[in-house]
C-alpha cells in the first residue's frame, strides 16, 4: 500500500507529459507557510526529493535558499510544499548546464559579501544569515542558515550574519596559509552602516548587550587587522542571492554576479 502511494506521488512529480520549467527557483506570489488545512504528502518521498537537491548545492548555489526553504517543512509536508519542490525541479530542468565559471586570469584575492533578511522565516520569524567568499572572482564557499536567535532589529541580524562569514573567512585564511598565501585584513562587504559602526567601536554600548557574546569576536578580529568591513550597496550585494527569493530579473543578475554562466 505504501509503495502504491508513492508511485503515484513520482507520476504526480514526473509526469509523462512535457513540464514548462520555472525562470526562478522560488515562486513569490507563494510564499511557504506551514499550511495546516492543506492535504499531506509522503514524507519519504519529500525527504528523498530535498537529499537530492541539498547534495546538488554543494556546485548550484543559485538554488540554496529556496532548498533550504523547503527543507524547514520536512517534519509533516504539505501539497504546497511539494510544489514548491517541483518548481526548483523545474528551474533545473530549464537551466541544466548552469554552473560556476572559474576563470584562470582572476587575480589571487580573498574577498566577502554578507548579507540578511531580517525576519524572513515565516515559521518563527527568525532572520537568514547569507554569506559567500571568493577568491578573486571565483566563488569559492557559500552560506545560507536560519538564525538561532530572533533579531529584533535589522542591525542586529547583520551584525550576527557577519560574525558569521567571518568565521568563514578565518577558516579559509588558516586553509590556504597551508599552501603559502598570506589573506590577512581581507575585505568583507556588507550594506548596513550600523553593523559597521558597532564592529569598529570596541566600547560595549547598552543598545548591543542583547546580542549574544559568542558574535561578538568579529571585534576582536577587526582590531587585529584579520578582517576589515566595508559598506556596499544594497543592489551589489550578491549575498543577497543566499537570504530571500526574488524576480527573474534581479535573480539572473545575481547568478551571474557570483560567476555562473550557461555555455
Not at 55 to 75: E, G, H, K, N, W
Not at 137 to 165: F, G
Amino acid at each position: 500500500m505504501k509503495e502504491n502511494a508513492v508511485s503515484r506521488e513520482k507520476g504526480k512529480l514526473f509526469p509523462k507529459e512535457p513540464t514548462k520549467s520555472a525562470s526562478t527557483p522560488t515562486d513569490l506570489e507563494r510564499p511557504l507557510v506551514k499550511d495546516s488545512d492543506a492535504d499531506d504528502v509522503d514524507e519519504h518521498l519529500y525527504r528523498s526529493m530535498i537529499g537530492s537537491l541539498m547534495y546538488l548545492t554543494a556546485s548550484r548555489p543559485d538554488i540554496m535558499f529556496a532548498v533550504c526553504a523547503c527543507a524547514r517543512f520536512q517534519v509533516s509536508p504539505k501539497t504546497s510544499h511539494l510544489l514548491a519542490v517541483k518548481r526548483i525541479f523545474r528551474y533545473l530542468k530549464g537551466k541544466p548546464s548552469l554552473g560556476l565559471w572559474y576563470s584562470k586570469d582572476s587575480p589571487l584575492e580573498l574577498v566577502a559579501y554578507t548579507d540578511s533578511d531580517y525576519a524572513g522565516a515565516t515559521l518563527d520569524r527568525k532572520s537568514t544569515t547569507g554569506g559567500c567568499q571568493f577568491l578573486g572572482n571565483r566563488l569559492i564557499s557559500w552560506q545560507c542558515k536560519k538564525q538561532t536567535v530572533v533579531a529584533t532589529s535589522t542591525t542586529e541580524a547583520e551584525y550576527v550574519a557577519a560574525a558569521n562569514c567571518c568565521g568563514q573567512v578565518l577558516w579559509i585564511q588558516n586553509q590556504l596559509l597551508d599552501y603559502g598565501y598570506n589573506f590577512m585584513s581581507t575585505i568583507i562587504y556588507i550594506d548596513n552602516t550600523s553593523t559597521i559602526c558597532i564592529i569598529e567601536n570596541p566600547v560595549q554600548h547598552s543598545k548591543t548587550k542583547h546580542i549574544e557574546i559568542r558574535h561578538h569576536f568579529i571585534r576582536d578580529c577587526n582590531t587585529k587587522k584579520l578582517i576589515q568591513m566595508a559598506k556596499i550597496d544594497t543592489q551589489l550585494n550578491v549575498a543577497d542571492l543566499l537570504t530571500k527569493g526574488f524576480d527573474a530579473g534581479r535573480f539572473q543578475y545575481l547568478v551571474s554576479s557570483i560567476g555562473m554562466l550557461n555555455p
